[in-house]
């Protein structure tokens, strides 16, 4: 295994922590990993809001200083993410603009404020906004949606993206190719979305070429198998679903999995194996918890010594993973 594939390996994870303690990202930092994505705990994240305890005790200063610190650990330009969706997840909601609703100008001014905040802590890149188009039971994105008008979503969305990025901080809209109805949540359950594919090509394609007209830097593949485009894979390691938002839509920036701990993508497997597949399938930079991150950069560096994948895919997504970073720098 050479040292410079088990670099690329490792640069196109997006490691996540739960908490500001980013003294385990040392062993990746040191063998090529440069992305972060500054995460929330289970709880958190089924209650949609940040804990009590979280933000009694984090401040802007003290973020800042656990990123400043991250950075004192590379020589490489980093990627810092964090969930910002307008509505729902919003890592730091306690330390950022307060705003609600649907509004687009409202919504575009806040999320100007909320990038040059961020950038002052030393975060650079957004995963968000959602701009899913939810038309029925969902419990995944219950309270994380901006509702079933595709046209009111893709207008959010559209003036989420342009203030994030007027701010310089880059967005990464969620969930393609759109989750209209969903039984399961994929982060618990092997969920299948059976969304017609003329609804896909449709009213939830709506709001994705709202966000890519706009120049959105990155677009996140969804964690659910997505019956009418791939009814075996998750559409995060499906290489139906990767080709349909580069062929369709014209998409060229980065592709981000979601995260690869879901059992909606591991569907009985090793993460380490979800990996090697969502890179395969077209997927640049790969979410996986950071107590995983090591497995999934093995197998991908193994991958490619063993020819599942072609060293010039790990080069391309190791590429497009630093435009992204560059976009936000």
């Not at 990767?242 to 981000?256: P, W």
């Not at 999934?296 to 790990?314: E, F, K, M, P, T």
Request: aromatic residues 2%; negative net charge.
């Amino acid at each position: 295994m050479t040292e410079s594939i088990e670099k690329l390996a490792h640069s196109v994870l997006l490691p996540a922590v739960a908490d500001l303690d980013l003294t385990v990202l040392r062993p990746l930092f040191g063998r090529g990993c440069r992305s972060v994505l500054l995460g929330e705990t289970r709880a958190e994240y089924v209650a949609r809001t940040m804990s009590p305890e979280r933000i009694a005790h984090e401040t802007r200063e003290l973020v800042g200083e656990a990123i400043l610190a991250l950075r004192g650990q590379t020589q490489e330009q980093l990627l810092v993410a964090v969930d910002h969706e307008v509505v729902g997840i919003r890592r730091f909601a306690h330390l950022l603009p307060q705003g609600e609703g649907c509004d687009p100008d409202a919504v575009r001014l806040e999320a100007i404020e909320t990038a040059r905040l961020l950038r002052e802590m030393g975060v650079n890149v957004v995963l968000g906004p959602i701009v899913d188009v939810v038309r029925g039971e969902n419990p995944w994105l219950r309270e994380r949606n901006l509702g079933s008008d595709a046209g009111v979503v893709a207008a959010t969305g559209r003036a989420a993206v342009e203030g994030l990025q007027t701010g310089g901080v880059a967005a990464v809209a969620k969930h393609y190719p759109g989750h209209s109805f969903l039984v399961d949540d994929p982060a618990v359950a092997p969920a299948v979305l059976r969304t017609p594919l003329d609804e896909l090509d449709g009213p939830a394609e709506e709001p994705f070429a709202a966000v890519i007209a706009a120049g959105v830097r990155g677009i996140m593949l969804g964690p659910a198998v997505v019956h009418a485009i791939d009814p075996s894979r998750a559409a995060s390691c499906s290489e139906a679903v990767a080709a349909r938002v580069r062929e369709r839509l014209g998409f060229r920036g980065t592709l981000v999995s979601d995260d690869l701990d879901a059992v909606g993508i591991l569907r009985g497997r090793r993460v380490g194996d979800a990996a090697v597949s969502s890179l395969a399938a077209g997927a640049d930079l790969l979410l996986v918890g950071a107590s995983a991150a090591a497995e999934c950069a093995h197998s991908l560096a193994a991958a490619v010594q063993d020819g599942r994948i072609s060293a010039n895919r790990l080069a391309e997504a190791a590429s497009r993973v630093g435009q992204l970073i560059s976009a936000g720098s």
